[in-house]
């Protein structure tokens, strides 16, 4: 959430909810709610790209300008004082908004990260079955949308359990994610994602009871996860120094 783009994805995933919750509406002036909150959270999203890559193209305008004449100056004889200053500037305003996070990725137990890796699994594959009616899901608009975001989430959790060796041939994703969102390096922000993750799916209830099983295991399962990883973080992770710090 340091950066634009990072914010306009979550106004964007919090008003596509909004939006998707228009067919639970239970009367006109829910729905006129919804639809509000869920476009202006939508159109704020657009908003803040459209000022990011605006905002870059003008930084990056003023570098060239002043890099050319900085050039010149130096064929002419040497720069002015003024020149040296307004390059340091320009710079200086390039990287007003860079935010340096250094990351020390902790990693889930084995046992924790196997589970995990199955309940995404079954998160991704139920997440699929779902939209092809299978098993009479009759899923209404909101539980396609959480469908939809159940399917990037379970592929998240994937990478974030994944082992290093293996994401770095393949595009090293799993070091995109940590640098994009850094608490996920995080025992305790990886165990936050997936309670999130599974308390959504706890209260996605569709009207077949197979189905109602299905997102009732995923998410309680989810949350179980959630819990092993913060009692391997505060129990079962403890290094000497950390001991040696408590004291």
Not at 75 to 87: D, H, L, R
Not at 221 to 229: D, N, Q, T, V
Request: glycine letters at 8%.
């Amino acid at each position: 959430l340091s950066t634009m783009r990072g914010r306009a994805l979550l106004h964007v995933y919090v008003g596509s909810l909004n939006l998707a919750m228009i067919s639970n509406a239970s009367n006109f002036f829910w729905w006129v709610v919804y639809l509000s909150l869920g476009g202006c959270l939508c159109f704020a999203g657009v908003l803040l790209v459209a000022h990011h890559h605006a905002s870059a193209c003008c930084r990056r305008r003023k570098q060239r300008a002043v890099e050319r004449a900085h050039a010149m100056a130096k064929e002419a004889g040497g720069a002015s004082k003024e020149i040296s200053n307004q390059v340091h500037g320009a710079v200086a305003w390039g990287q007003a908004e860079v935010l340096e996070i250094r990351v020390f990725v902790r990693s889930n137990h084995f046992t924790v990260k196997l589970f995990c890796f199955f309940i995404a699994l079954g998160l991704m594959f139920f997440s699929i079955l779902g939209f092809f009616n299978l098993f009479h899901a009759l899923f209404n608009p909101f539980q396609y949308l959480l469908g939809v975001y159940n399917i990037m989430f379970a592929f998240v959790m994937l990478i974030l359990d994944g082992q290093a060796s293996w994401c770095e041939k393949c595009g090293d994703p799993q070091k995109k994610i940590f640098r994009a969102a850094p608490i996920l390096a995080s025992e305790v922000g990886r165990a936050a994602f997936h309670f999130y993750v599974g308390s959504i799916n706890i209260v996605m209830m569709p009207d077949s009871i197979f189905w109602q099983i299905v997102y009732g295991s995923l998410g309680g399962s989810l949350c179980l996860a959630s819990f092993l990883m913060v009692s391997h973080y505060n129990w079962c992770a403890k290094t000497p120094l950390d001991l040696i710090s408590a004291e």
